[in-house]
């Protein structure tokens, strides 16, 4: 069963527009959802976590449980923000990443 | 420098021939992890470990072993490599899930299978 969903998997804006990356998990325990962003040619490194409640590079992300989302949000997008972020899950047993998002910011 | 190292970072070999793909971290983590890349698929899991001489299938585990004789070393083997494996590989290294915590993953091998 899939656990994390990302149903975008290309997203494009322009340059200072607002941005959001959608991500649902399928979890009933207490959830534990990161970002991780991979710029081009690059390994993957942490962009933020739910428990720190912290912005990132102007990144937030609020984690819904109702809802069952994550969602990753920037008001204005900048260029260096072309990149391709991953949603992903620790369910206390197993850690589950969503199948991604490429993110392009036009000029 | 906590770091995750795996190598080569580029390999092309042909369909058949045996290969291995090291990796190792330096922050004494007892979860290690490999993942593949394809367009369009994102990471899908190949094999995990939990600790030392502990190794369990990922989502996609066909075709590749793995081996966890050290705490910092998690190699990946493809016995008979196949065009379908052509993909770009990572290793990840964190805490044990139930302890919580962020990955750290490795810069990345790009295999192509001819």
């Known amino acids: 069963a899939q656990r994390v969903t990302q149903p975008e998997k290309l997203l494009s804006v322009f340059k200072g527009a607002p941005v959001e990356l959608k991500c649902n998990y399928s979890?009933?325990?207490?959830?534990?959802l990161f970002w991780y962003v991979q710029y081009s040619r690059q390994r993957l490194q942490l962009l933020l976590r739910?428990?720190s409640r912290e912005s990132i590079k102007g990144f937030t992300a609020d984690l819904n449980k109702g809802e069952t989302s994550f969602h990753l949000k920037k008001p204005f997008a900048q260029e260096e923000d072309s990149a391709m972020y991953y949603c992903a899950l620790n369910t206390g047993n197993q850690f589950y990443f969503g199948t991604g998002t490429s993110l392009t910011v036009i000029p | 420098e906590a770091q995750v190292t795996q190598n080569p970072r580029y390999l092309i070999t042909v369909t058949g021939k045996k290969l291995t793909v090291t990796c190792s971290q330096n922050?004494?983590?007892?979860?290690m992890s490999w993942y593949r890349q394809d367009p369009g698929l994102g990471l899908r899991q190949i094999y995990y470990?939990?600790?030392?001489?502990?190794?369990d299938k990922g989502d996609v585990p066909e075709g590749y072993k793995v081996s966890r004789k050290e705490k910092r070393n998690f190699p990946l083997i493809l016995e008979s490599p196949s065009p379908n494996q052509t993909s770009l590989y990572f290793c990840?290294?964190?805490?044990?899930?139930?302890?919580?915590?962020?990955?750290?993953f490795g810069q990345g091998t790009r295999l192509t299978v001819v």
């Open positions: 470990s939990m600790n030392v001489e502990v190794t």
């Open positions: 739910h428990i």
């Open positions: 990840a290294s964190s805490l044990l899930p139930s302890q919580g915590g962020k990955a750290f």
């Open positions: 922050m004494n983590h007892e979860y």
């Open positions: 979890y009933s325990g207490s959830p534990e």
